[in-house]
């Protein structure tokens, strides 16, 4: 398959640090012979961290750097030294990043702004120096505690489009045409079917200075919900947007029954997004005269905003940026999208269809980190550390 720029799901292993041993030290001076316990604690071990970064739009360049670890924190030394704490291993990330977990496919945490932080896998506490053992009945501890092990995690990142504006259609409907006749973006334009076979943006000026983003989502084919032409790999775009615009070409022999197999296929890849505000542009109506499209208005879907444009010619362009903005900023389409927001983005995920277009891909092969070295001291840490009550964070952080 042809590598493409625009990256939209990627699959990675993920490790963090393990907490640094704890120093069972004694100290000894030249005039102190029996000076005690002196061990420091270890270090934290690194997190890893998912950070939003708006200067990234995919997720390209996860697919070749795919095994993400923290560093290990340092171990406890004499005269109370605390080991040095791992460095956080951080994830950037484009902003509408949704994680789950590869096996179960759970869902685990969403990056929507920029700067945003979420820590993925905690790294592992330090382990207390024998310092902090000393008793006045245990006076010379010769232990310490080792430190946490690390946590490791397989994850699906998956990239939706933020956008304020997305638009549905079906092939060849005149998405990419109208994308760049609004704004500077510049989508291939071709007359052909699935002539765009990746999802792009566009800034739309729009009037006294203010613009709104809009998305060109490749072409919606009846069963796209099922699997059939791109459906499932970019109908997921679509949940992110606030606003969506539906386009129905004019000479189309019944606009309404092409606008409702669109709307019945989001209706099934998700019931949530008929919560949507909607709105129905009538496209290539430079082949329309006016006494036709009076007679068509008669035959249309009723209860949305219908606009009849040209992006060639321009025609009722203003019009529909009028509309768009209204209907982006009505009351209605506001508290809809607050309410809805969260229930879309946080259900678990049935990854069978992924699974098959990363085989295809050969980007689901068995990730994990081979170091045997680090798994044998895990597996005696774990035998040991049970027994020790670790510090909690606040006190590590102190």
């Not at 638009?167 to 994308?179: D, E, I, Y």
């Not at 006749?181 to 000026?205: C, H, R």
């Not at 997921?236 to 129905?248: A, C, D, K, P, T």
């Amino acid at each position: 398959m042809a590598e493409s720029n625009f990256i939209d799901y990627v699959k990675i292993y993920c490790r963090s640090g393990k907490g640094g041993k704890g120093s069972p030290h004694m100290h000894r001076a030249k005039y102190q012979p029996k000076g005690g316990p002196d061990g420091g604690n270890g270090g934290r071990g690194g997190h890893v961290i998912l950070r939003g970064n708006r200067n990234y739009w995919t997720l390209l360049h996860l697919r070749y750097d795919r095994h993400i670890h923290a560093e290990h924190g340092g171990n406890g030394g004499k005269n109370k030294s605390t080991g040095r704490q791992g460095a956080d291993a951080y994830i950037d990330v484009p902003c509408g990043t949704v994680v789950y977990n590869a096996e179960t496919g759970q869902y685990i945490c969403d990056v929507t702004e920029h700067g945003q932080e979420v820590i993925l896998l905690r790294g592992g506490r330090g382990g207390l120096g024998n310092v902090n053992f000393a008793t006045p009945t245990n006076q010379a501890p010769r232990y310490a505690q080792p430190g946490e092990p690390m946590q490791e995690m397989t994850v699906i990142l998956e990239l939706k489009l933020l956008a304020d504006v997305g638009l549905v259609g079906f092939p060849n409907a005149g998405k990419s045409t109208l994308v760049n006749a609004l704004s500077s973006a510049k989508p291939k334009i071709g007359n052909y079917p699935f002539t765009t076979l990746e999802p792009s943006l566009g800034i739309v000026p729009y009037r006294d200075g203010r613009s709104f983003v809009i998305a060109d989502i490749p072409g919606i084919i009846e069963g796209a919900s099922e699997g059939r032409g791109l459906g499932l790999r970019f109908l997921r775009h679509i949940e992110r947007n606030s606003l969506l615009l539906f386009m129905v070409p004019g000479d189309t022999d019944d606009i309404k029954h092409e606008y409702e197999i669109l709307l019945n296929e989001l209706a099934t890849f998700n019931p949530e997004l008929l919560e949507k505000g909607r709105v129905l542009a009538i496209t290539k109506c430079d082949l329309l005269d006016d006494e036709l499209m009076e007679l068509l208005r008669d035959t249309l879907p009723q209860g949305l905003p219908i606009v009849f444009i040209s992006a060639v010619t321009g025609m009722g362009l203003q019009e529909l940026k009028d509309v768009l903005w209204q209907e982006m900023n009505s009351e209605s389409n506001k508290i809809a999208a607050i309410q809805g927001y969260e229930t879309i983005v946080h259900h678990d995920k049935d990854f069978s269809h992924l699974r098959t277009e990363l085989q295809d891909e050969g980007e689901d092969e068995e990730l994990g980190w081979d170091d045997e070295e680090d798994i044998s001291e895990d597996i005696e840490d774990i035998e040991d550390y049970e027994d020790f009550d670790y510090i909690d964070e606040e006190d590590e952080n102190a």
